[in-house]
């Protein structure tokens, strides 16, 4: 297992750069959704990332950690819903 996690993680920063690229080209509403509590992702991580797509909204969910879906789906829904509603048919 630790062999796989130290493969994942390596090709993981090898791929930063194109993925940080393709963020920028995004063109659809976006919302980055974190947990205050995250205690696997740092939370400030989630702003790096709003920063990398042109207008995405950051997103702090309080009293949630790394898996916001598990600790507030309502709320978690209802982000994805009022997503949903603004992206264009054609994404």
């Not at 205050?36 to 990398?52: F, M």
């Not at 997103?59 to 509603?85: C, K, M, N, Q, S």
């Amino acid at each position: 297992h630790r062999r796989t996690f130290a493969s994942e993680q390596r090709a993981l920063i090898d791929e930063l750069p194109a993925v940080h690229r393709a963020l920028a080209r995004l063109r659809v509403p976006t919302a980055v959704v974190v947990g205050r509590w995250d205690l696997v992702v740092r939370p400030v991580a989630g702003r790096t990332l709003a920063d990398a797509v042109e207008g995405a909204e950051l997103i702090e969910i309080p009293r949630a950690g790394h898996f916001v879906a598990r600790d507030t789906p309502d709320v978690l829904a209802t982000v994805v819903a009022r997503y949903a509603d603004r992206a264009p048919l054609n994404c």
